[in-house]
Every structure is written in C-alpha cells, then in structure tokens.
C-alpha cells in the first residue's frame, strides 16, 4: 500500500495512473484567466483534475506527461515531459506563464536515489526553466508527510516543523524540494506549495480501487484502536486549491514564499471513513484488529527482511504505513483560507454521496 498522503494516496498499484474525472471549476475567474499555464503530472489523478479545472477557466494548458499520452482537445497541449530531463523540462515551460509542478515520485519503500531523482532533481529542474524562460509563477504540489515523524498530528499548522527522522524516502524528498521551491520566491518567480491530504474521488484508480480490493479479499485489517482522526481532500477541492494559489501568487501577497495545508476541513474517523468507504462496495474490513504496537514490530521484521535479501517489491506492511493507519493527522487549514481564499466547494457527505452513487453503477473494484 501506498501511504496516506497526497498527493497521494493509500494503495501501491504498479500501473500508471490516468485520470479523466472533470473538476469542478469552484474559483472565480481571475485576471490571469486564459494565461498559459503548464501542469506537469497531468497524466495524474490530481494532475489532470488541475489541468481540466484550468481549461474550464479558460486557460491554455500545456499538459506534461511521462508514460501514457493525453489525447490532445480545444485548450489542451499534450507535451511529453519526464522532470528528470532538463531539456525537456526546458522545452516545456517555453511561452508559458506559470507553471503548476504536480509530477513526482510517491510510495512508502524503495531506495533513495530514485525519489531523489524524481521530486529533488525534478523539481530543481523545474525552478531552474522557470528562471530561464521566464515564467513568473510556480504552484508546487508537496505533502502533508513533509512534517510528518510517526507521531499524531493533531489540528498542526504550517508552524510544525521538518522532522528528524524519515520512516522513509518519499517524504524526505519532498521537504527537500518543498524548501528548495520555497526558497526559490523572488521578484521574478512567485512561489507557493500546497500540501492536499488523502485526495479521492471520482478518477481515483489507486485509494479507493486499493481499499476495496484489499477488504473483499480479507487483507485489510484495523491497525490501533481505531480512534485516529484523519483530513481527507475531494479531487474537486484539491484542484480548486491549486487554482486559489496561482491566483495568490501576486508581488507582496502573502502567499509568495509559504507552505499551506490543504484539506476537506472535516476530519474523520480514519477506520469509520474506510468501513463506510469500502462497504458502498460491499466489502469488510478482517473482523480482527491489530495493535499499533504488534503492527510496527511486524513492519520492521518485514522491512529488515526486505532490505537483507534485497527483495525490490513493497513490504506487505511498512513502519511508515502502520505510523499513518493509527496516528491522528489533520490540519488546521486557517492559514489557505486566509492568504489563498481556500473553501472546500464540496462538502464530505456531498463526497460520499457521489461515491455511493458511483458504487451502486459500477460495483466492485475486487476483480478489477
């Protein structure tokens, strides 16, 4: 499994993810309104709900992809674009005005160099084409894990600090190109980087699908005592974030230079939520629980196992992935409401609802 987080999402699944969910167009239309704007990722889940909320606007969108092509359509340019390549990433930001960098590398395992190839050098290169074609803005997708330790997070704001140790490579590197975007603010280049939790919703291939099929094959199982409380992010407000930011980033705003939490700003009961989640599907969670405590002592079997005979797929359990199913982590996201104009467009239960719905039409994710 994948970790709760942002940009990504709970479930590891090895195919790439294509997203063709159409966000709702919740910002208002900004004097920026039919900039050019690249999106790198845009072949993502959030990706491509950020670029499908710009076109709604009326911007002209470059959308980066890595793997599989996006279907060229009236304000949609499909460019290929793998961040680790300078040139292309170059290439990519010629004649645009902004840039909105979501691309990079998530998971809970693996070895160092290719997070730090991907989110590090990728977005160095980044903010490097940025300075060089004169693009004036840069939105920078990070997450919330860049503050996270293995403890709760109880309603933190964006005072919490980095923290010492890393349960593993993704967070890591992504508080190392959060600092590097983040330091990069200036007269010339406008930054800011956002940090969605838990994001669902329709188009979502990984959290949900991942969840369901683990439950009707009796492999997801309650870690903890089930009273941890965790911030989740519709798609629809992850993308409407993205766009409040791009609109805040003007000479001498606050947002220019800063970090900002970005969630439903409903927590909830992290196994409730799921149990609710994965029955619209008709599946259960395994009857037993486990304690934190058994569940972490597992993870370092796994992951001292994995590392001694170099076995290169995920552990069935991780230290980090146990840390995220028994703590709290919600944010207090007063901060985006103040410097962005950030307010959800769409309600948990309007989420859930929508979700139910699209259960009852399609059914189980178990067999797919």
């Known amino acids: 499994m994948r970790a709760f987080d942002n940009c990504s999402t709970l479930g590891a699944l090895s195919r790439p993810v294509i997203s063709f969910a159409e966000s709702t167009d919740a910002t208002p239309p900004s004097s920026s309104s039919h900039a050019h704007v ?117 309603n933190v704001n964006e005072t919490a600090p980095y923290p010492r140790r890393w349960l593993c490579a993704y967070p890591r590197s992504k508080a190392i190109a959060e600092q590097a975007v983040l330091a990069a603010n200036d007269e010339q280049l406008l930054t800011c980087a956002l940090r969605p939790h838990l994001i669902w919703g329709p188009g979502d291939l990984q959290l949900v699908p991942e969840l369901v099929r683990r439950a009707a094959a009796g492999k997801l199982r309650q870690i903890g005592q089930g009273k941890n409380l965790i911030d989740a992010t519709h798609i629809d407000n992850a993308a409407a974030a993205h766009l409040a930011a791009l609109d805040s980033l003007v000479a001498g705003a606050p947002a220019c230079g800063k970090a900002y939490f970005i969630s439903q700003d409903e927590p909830v009961n992290c196994w409730d939520w799921i149990r609710e989640v994965v029955g619209y599907f008709g599946a259960h969670l395994h009857k037993s629980p486990v304690s934190a405590r058994v569940a972490w002592r597992a993870a370092s079997v796994f992951e001292a196992g994995y590392k001694m005979f170099r076995i290169r797929r995920q552990p069935l359990l991780t230290r980090f992935l146990v840390a995220q199913l028994s703590t709290s982590h919600y944010f207090d996201i007063s901060a985006a409401r103040r410097d962005l104009g950030y307010h959800p467009p769409l309600s948990m239960s309007k989420g859930l609802e929508q979700l139910a719905a699209m259960a009852a039409e399609h059914g189980s994710f178990a067999k797919s």
Request: charged residues 20%.
């Open 38 to 154: 690249l999106v790198t990722g845009a072949n993502g889940f959030l990706g491509n709900a950020v670029a499908q909320a710009l076109k709604q606007r009326g911007h002209h969108v470059k959308a980066g992809y890595r793997r599989q092509a996006i279907a060229a359509s009236e304000g949609i340019e499909p460019v290929s674009l793998d961040v680790r390549d300078a040139q292309q990433v170059l290439q990519a930001c010629a004649g645009v005005d902004a840039v909105i960098h979501v691309a990079g590398l998530t998971g809970i395992w693996g070895s160092w160099r290719p997070y730090y190839e991907t989110n590090v050098v990728g977005t160095e290169n980044v903010i490097d084409a940025c300075r060089r074609q004169g693009v004036s803005k840069l939105v920078f997708t990070s997450s919330p894990s860049v503050t996270f330790d293995g403890d709760d997070q109880s």
